[in-house]
């Protein structure tokens, strides 16, 4: 994190500590604390109970932020690399706040009434300071018995009613998914101890997991274990394609002589997996290791890191079945609906949407697929002259301590002078950008 991002990060946290106090602050952050010595690990990697804190969802991005800055060798690495690059994007900005009318007010929303589903409003609030920032002055609109936009902007003689919608950020289908690839696994692990041998499997799943019979990675590597070369490619089949390699454990215990790796990091599966686990895939890991805590964590489990490893297996797994790419791949059209029905019908909108691209390339792809063969033929009686899709990802680096990336989709109609509305709401605006989408930048 260099001197800027450093910066951006304590401008961004800072408005919120000032709205919640101090003293309320140090309260919340206490049943933070406390919910995190609370976890106890699930006996299956299914059931295992995550460290995001969702009864006070705002205040884990806040501690986040703040063990970035105060202790960053405390902290959940995966959960920070999400959330961090949202409060760098607001601090970025928060310069030109003077020109957001009611923006305290909509932060005092967010910290108190909103902190269980902070992200829609998080994004509202992002893209009234991309406004600010590119010389509009804002008005975020108070909520009444009836929706409307969540703001007017207005620079010189154009004005514009803009209103904001964010999806959640995976799919109920990817999160279903995710969990039958764990009861796969769960099953397996016995197998994969016994055999004893550092295993890495990539595996790509041609038909949706709940098409699996419970028991398909256990029997693929009954047949397959142990490994008699180097790689194998275990199972080949339309169900899936298995293939297995041996670690280099000698080039592992080289890097544990040398560094200590964080427990359930980037850098665990980069050290395990190597080329097969690159960064953003999904990933999972089973272990015999030796543990080493930083003694003045005030959560065992935000400072806990892996000094030896006697055992290790891992998987990277994906899945390219046309019908789970295209049900994880969610359309907008249905927020457009949303946001049409809350901009006036006698003045000209803009309408920002937000989604994470946390399910991979190919999902994208078809997204991109049916955004474009959908949003243009959008039609409605009122004036919308724009519609802009922002895509995020908050990349799973094990060099940086954050990064993200931000695509945007811009619709618009002709005729109307749209130069000053701003292109990215996350991404510093001082950020490089380049053509194309990021999720074709990476393997």
Not at 227 to 232: A, F, G, T, V, Y
């Amino acid at each position: 994190m260099d001197a800027n991002r450093r910066q951006f990060l304590q401008a961004g946290l800072q408005p919120f500590l000032d709205r919640i106090g101090a003293e309320q602050w140090q309260v919340r952050r206490s049943l933070i604390l406390q919910s995190l010595r609370d976890r106890a690990p699930g006996p299956m990697l299914e059931t295992a109970p995550s460290v995001r804190i969702r009864d006070d969802e705002i205040g884990w991005y806040l501690f986040l932020a703040q063990q970035a800055l105060d202790d960053p060798a405390c902290t959940d690495i995966s959960q920070a690399q999400r959330i961090l690059p949202f409060i760098v994007g607001l601090g970025s900005r928060w310069h030109h706040a003077g020109k957001v009318e009611g923006l305290h007010r909509k932060l005092g929303e967010l910290v108190h009434d909103y902190k269980q589903e902070p992200d829609g409003l998080l994004f509202e609030i992002l893209v009234a300071l991309a406004y600010a920032e590119a010389g509009w002055q804002v008005t975020l609109i108070e909520e009444g018995p009836t929706k409307t936009a969540d703001m007017r902007v207005q620079r010189g003689s154009q004005e514009f009613f803009v209103e904001c919608k964010r999806q959640e950020r995976s799919t109920d289908y990817a999160l279903t998914e995710r969990n039958l690839f764990l009861r796969q696994w769960d099953r397996a692990k016995p197998l994969l101890l016994a055999n004893r041998q550092w295993i890495w499997m990539r595996g790509d799943f041609h038909v949706e997991l709940k098409d699996l019979p419970p028991s398909f990675l256990e029997d693929v590597l009954r047949a397959g274990l142990p490994l008699r070369r180097q790689e194998e490619v275990l199972h080949d089949s339309e169900l899936a394609t298995i293939r297995a390699r041996l670690i280099d454990r000698h080039a592992v215990r080289r890097h544990f002589d040398r560094y200590q790796v964080k427990a359930n990091s980037p850098m665990l599966a980069k050290v395990l997996g190597g080329d097969w686990a690159p960064e953003n895939s999904a990933t999972t890991i089973q272990h015999m290791v030796k543990t080493s805590h930083l003694a003045w964590c005030d959560v065992p489990v935000l400072g806990t890191y892996i000094a030896d490893v006697a055992y290790a297996s891992g998987f990277t797994r994906e899945v390219d079945a046309e019908a789970s790419i295209d049900k994880k791949a969610k359309d907008i059209t249905k927020l457009l609906s949303k946001a049409v029905k809350q901009v006036p019908a006698d003045r000209p909108s803009i309408i920002h949407v937000a989604a994470e691209t946390m399910e991979g390339a190919a999902t994208e792809r078809r997204r991109t697929e049916k955004v474009m063969a959908r949003v243009p033929a959008f039609i409605t009686e009122k004036p919308v002259v724009a519609v802009r899709f922002h895509r995020l990802l908050g990349n799973q680096r094990s060099d940086l301590m954050f990064e993200m990336d931000e695509t945007v989709d811009q619709f618009q109609i002709d005729g109307v002078d749209l130069t000053a509305v701003p292109h990215t709401v996350v991404v510093p605006s001082s950020t490089p950008m380049r053509s194309g989408s990021h999720w074709n930048l990476y393997p």
